[in-house]
T-cell receptor, first 113, second 116 residues
């Protein structure tokens, strides 16, 4: 089954404790991205990657890091989480074709206390 | 600035009645437009898209959307709503300039509530 998986689905952590949210897709997609969803703000892109070893900032990159060492994986790293990063996070992927249809993971609900 | 607006935070419809979820956009050139649906505790699912061609686009679950270039709108419609259509709906546009190439700009979402 074609899918995007994220882990963990739920995470409660404390300020300053480094964490990683994993994302993996099995569709051989070149393009992957991370979004955060906040009430009243919709989805905002954090980082994206056009292919292996190619990453760039989205609209709200502050406080986040990413890496793309393999085509299928695109982890999101919070080096020193803060309460304002409490949010619902989605990973997405799509092919490099012109359809631009993105496939989303199930989401990771992060709470930083 | 390129943007997408969903003017209604919530739309309430009775089951069996037609529904419309509104979306307007502001982009340069010819837009690529999308609708996604998010059910509770789930990720976003693709419903339909407009890239070119017929202004009326048909998608999943009986939904359709009409592209209106003069009004810069892409409203989502369904002739007969089901209770199971209750969800959060997002309109999105692919920006042609600026931002991350190929990324989608999402609206803030409209909560659709269909009552029996």
């Amino acid at each position: 089954e074609a899918q995007v998986t994220q882990n963990p689905r739920y995470l409660i952590t404390v300020t300053g404790k480094k964490l990683t949210v994993t994302c993996s897709q099995n569709m051989n997609h070149e393009y992957m991205s991370w979004y955060r969803q906040d009430p009243g703000l919709g989805l905002r892109q954090i980082y994206y990657s056009m292919n292996v070893e190619v990453t760039d900032k989205g609209d709200v990159p502050e406080g986040y890091k990413v890496s793309r060492k393999e085509k299928r994986n695109f982890p999101l790293i919070l080096e020193s989480p803060s309460p304002n990063q409490t949010s619902l996070y989605f990973c997405a992927s799509r092919s490099s074709g012109r359809s631009y249809e993105q496939y989303f993971g199930p989401g990771t609900r992060l709470t930083v206390t | 600035a390129q943007s997408v607006a969903q003017p209604e935070d919530q739309v309430n419809v009775a089951e069996g009645n037609p529904l419309t979820v509104k979306c307007t956009y502001s982009v340069s050139g010819n837009p690529y437009l999308f609708w996604y649906v998010q059910y509770p505790n789930r990720g976003l699912q693709f419903l339909l898209k407009y890239i070119t061609g017929d202004n009326l686009v048909k998608g999943s679950y009986g939904f359709e959307a009409e592209f209106n270039k003069s009004q810069t709108s892409f409203h989502l419609k369904k002739p007969s709503a089901l209770v199971s259509d209750s969800a959060l709906y997002f309109c999105a546009v692919r920006p042609l300039y600026g931002g991350s190439q190929g990324n989608l700009i999402f609206g803030k979402g409209t909560k659709l509530s269909v009552k029996p």
